[in-house]
């Protein structure tokens, strides 16, 4: 770059000197460059040109590059200043025609408001370039663009109101104060820029780029000083004395010529500098395609983490060893994680317990300060069922937690330690979500297992009860209805004897035997009604549950009260005899245990459901103790619990020590039936 910069602006070092030297036949060349001079403007407007539309293309490309901010300034130079070198020429093609009228004054005064324009866009883009390189401080520069404007037009009003001075000359004026105001600083503004911006290059590592701005700066600065400083010949000092008339009387050459070769340098290094985007394009898409393997690779570890995690759920319905397989898997392959722990909420303690935890190998035992502070994160998560984040400040281990759900309810939390920057919550929440479901499966596993031994127990029960149901049948029909019986029997075989001998005696003997026989009737007619109350399949549930109850007050001493509640209706049998049954063992159940002096059964017919409640005031119990014994009582309500599942309702218990029981059973019918 600097050998190709040396050979531009030496080319122009020796033309001058054999020019001043008398070297080169100054006629031959001034003659040849004065009848060219037209041409001379047209190449000084094309490299302009050149300089803008290149780079206008360039700029116009995606980039993070502070330069590409400020090129559509100097494109906007460029193309703006080649239409004014363009418009001049083709004034002076109009002067050497005869027949065209002179231009008017006010294209003039265009013409040179076209050229402060031009130079505005220069300085903007040195303002522009500059003020990103430049501290906060410094940022005032960024109006030195407009103030210049300002102070060209204050320039051009004086310059109006000068006497004895001809519109050539105003405009002659006019060109100079702008070139002086405008072009002059704004020029050296974009030379400095362009070295300031070479060290930002050379921070970036693009040293090649630099040695390109150190060559478009020094063209700028031949450009300062061939264009700003030779200029038209007015009445002020210097360019009085240093003008394009003295530069050709001096050199024999026009300065154009110098000026053509200083914006083709400029051309040429800029467009040399433009290749920065490329690089820049090639760093941008390399860093993009590593960031892309990087996420890659971080996906195939996340997937294989929740792939993993995801089989061991799977593979088994032991909820204590699922959990501690998923934990342990998590940390070992989830970086940065250096432990977890899963908490699940225990009723009984009302509290997060520690079901499984892991620790990574090779890493020290978390302190008591960090596993309290797991501990708040976990405990915030379930609370808000959102994730939440907490760091141990002695240590600045950090927690993150994410909730567990299982039927939309939070059950626990899953909570992480890591010490170094993570951001990937959705791979814990689809943890999270994936552990939920094993619980839940797991739960379902233990409910379906419970079910099954309580099953094989009330089979065993009723099959039990079934053979004492029918060893007390045969007692009863034995002990009451067969001695009975006899006793009918033997009576008849006595009257049939004496009546030829005492028929009085026989009368009365008949008599006794009629009423031996009603006790027996009516006592048989009991016995079946506690096998099935008739009156259930004659008349419906809610008269059998009156006559049972009444039964039941008479018997133990106990008040029941019945309310029925909506419009009555009869029900299914099979839902009749459940009811009925549930309200009879629950009647019984107040009586066996419950000690108390009233109850309450409520029947209520709702549209699709039928409700019964058996409610009494008595000394009450705890619910999870008597559901987890073997006693009769469990083993009374687990029957209940039995039948209603069988008719696809739903049961309740809601009892505490002092406060008496309540039973609450929901049963799905058709409201049609």
């Not at 803008?52 to 494109?75: C, D, H, I, K, Y």
């Not at 004034?91 to 040179?112: C, D, H, Q």
């Not at 330690?417 to 979500?433: C, E, I």
Request: charged share 20%.
């Amino acid at each position: 770059m600097f050998l190709s910069a040396g050979f531009l602006f030496g080319a122009q070092i020796y033309v001058l000197r054999l020019t001043f030297y008398g070297l080169t036949p100054m006629s031959e060349i001034a003659t040849f460059l004065q009848a060219n001079i037209i041409p001379i403007y047209f190449l000084y407007g094309l490299a302009h040109f050149v300089t803008g539309f290149a780079v206008a293309l360039e700029s116009g490309r995606a980039s993070q590059l502070r330069l590409s901010r400020a090129l559509p300034f100097l494109a906007a130079f460029g193309i703006t200043h080649a239409i004014n070198e363009w418009i001049e020429m083709l004034s002076m093609i109009s002067a050497e025609i005869p027949t065209v009228a002179r231009e008017p004054m006010w294209a003039e005064i265009l013409k040179t408001g076209w050229m402060a324009l031009s130079f505005f866009f220069l300085f903007e883009f040195g303002v522009r370039l500059l003020m990103q390189l430049l501290p906060k401080s410094l940022r005032w520069l960024r109006w030195l663009p407009l103030t210049s404007v300002l102070v060209f037009l204050l320039g051009v009003l004086w310059i109006a109101r000068l006497p004895d001075t001809n519109f050539a000359m105003r405009i002659a004026l006019a060109e100079t104060w702008g070139h002086c105001v405008i072009g002059l600083p704004g020029t050296v503004l974009a030379a400095v820029a362009m070295l300031a911006q070479r060290r930002s290059f050379l921070r970036e590592n693009m040293p090649q780029f630099g040695s390109d701005l150190v060559g478009a700066a020094l063209a700028l600065a031949w450009y300062a000083v061939l264009d700003h400083f030779i200029g038209p010949d007015v009445p002020f000092f210097p360019f009085s004395v240093i003008n394009k008339t003295t530069f050709v009387a001096l050199f024999g050459i026009p300065v154009e010529v110098l000026r053509t070769i200083v914006i083709a340098a400029l051309a040429y290094f800029v467009i040399r500098m433009m290749r920065v985007f490329e690089v820049e394009y090639t760093r941008r898409l390399e860093s993009a395609n590593r960031a892309r393997f990087a996420a890659q690779e971080e996906a195939t570890r996340e997937l294989s983490v929740m792939f993993e995690t995801c089989r061991i759920l799977g593979t088994s319905l032991n909820l204590n060893q699922l959990l501690n397989d998923s934990i342990t898997r998590i940390v070992s392959m989830l970086d940065p994680m250096i432990a977890g722990m899963i908490y699940i909420y225990d009723p009984g303690e009302r509290a997060l317990v520690v079901r499984a935890s892991k620790l990574r190998e090779e890493t020290a035992p978390l302190k008591p300060s960090e596993r309290g502070c797991g501990k708040q994160a976990a405990q915030r998560a379930f609370e808000t069922r959102a994730t939440a984040y907490a760091t141990d400040a002695k240590t600045g281990t950090a927690m993150i937690a994410v909730p567990i759900f299982a039927q939309d309810e939070a059950i626990g939390a899953l909570c992480l330690a890591h010490r170094a920057a993570f951001s990937n919550y959705p791979v814990m929440q689809t943890l999270a979500r994936q552990i939920g479901i094993a619980i839940e499966n797991a739960g379902l596993y233990a409910q379906v297992q419970e079910k099954e031994d309580l099953r094989g127990h009330l089979l065993e029960r009723a099959v039990a009860a079934q053979e004492e149901e029918r060893k007390r049948i045969a007692r009863e029909l034995h002990d009451e209805t067969g001695q009975t019986l006899t006793a009918l029997a033997v009576g008849l075989g006595g009257v049939e004897e004496t009546i030829p001998k005492d028929p009085a005696l026989a009368k009365r003997q008949i008599a006794e035997l009629k009423l031996l026989s009603m006790n027996a009737i009516e006592n048989l007619r009991q016995f079946v009604s506690d096998l099935r109350p008739a009156l259930l399949d004659d008349m419906g549930l809610v008269s059998a549950l009156r006559w049972f109850a009444q039964q039941y007050a008479d018997r133990s001493k106990v008040h029941v009260d019945i309310e029925v509640l909506g419009a009555k209706r009869r029900l299914p049998s099979q839902v009749e005899t459940v009811l009925f049954r549930i309200a009879q063992e629950g009647l019984n159940n107040v009586g066996r245990h419950a000690r108390a002096n009233t109850a309450m059964i409520r029947l209520e017919f709702a549209d699709g459901s039928v409700l019964l409640t058996v409610e009494d005031n008595g000394r009450g119990f705890v619910v999870s103790e008597v559901m987890g014994t073997q006693s009769k009582r469990a083993w009374g309500l687990l029957g209940i619990q039995e039948r209603i599942e069988l008719v696809g309702g739903k049961f309740k218990i809601e009892s505490e020590p002092g406060h008496g029981t309540k039973v609450m059973v929901e049963i799905p019918v058709n409201s049609e039936q």
